[in-house]
């Protein structure tokens, strides 16, 4: 079973910059995708990356294309978010997830082990 922390969520300035950490233990973590989810209340938990251990690669939705990056540590065992240009929209509680590679990355159905969660609050 894969465990998974997060930290680093707290209040930021809009058009400010936050990094959030994931760390990851348990037998074969490496082998599976890190997703990254957000959810604020009253919504759906909200899908913005997912990326792989071996090559790096990272895939993001439309909305936060461009502004979000997702980079994985291996000697960490970390997965970071790296947010900038934030919108109050950004704000909501974010989580890591762990799922198998080749899943549809968008559905957090799809992912078995979860973390906590952060809060981050985007004020305007």
């Known amino acids: 079973q894969v465990q998974l922390i997060e930290s680093g969520g707290r209040l930021v300035q809009a058009g400010g910059s936050l990094r959030l950490s994931c760390l990851l233990s348990?037998?074969?973590?490496?082998?599976?995708?890190v997703g990254w989810f957000r959810q604020s209340p009253g919504k759906e938990r909200e899908f913005v990356g997912v990326a792989g251990w071996t090559n790096g690669g990272a895939y993001y939705p439309d909305n936060v294309k461009g502004r979000f990056t997702i980079v994985t540590e291996y000697a960490e065992s970390t997965v970071y978010l790296q947010m900038n240009m934030l919108e109050p929209r950004d704000t909501g509680t974010y989580y890591c997830a762990a799922g198998r590679p080749g899943i549809n990355y968008y559905d957090p159905n799809k992912y078995p082990y979860w973390g906590q969660g952060t809060q981050v609050t985007v004020s305007s």
């Open positions: 348990g037998p074969d973590f490496t082998t599976y995708v």
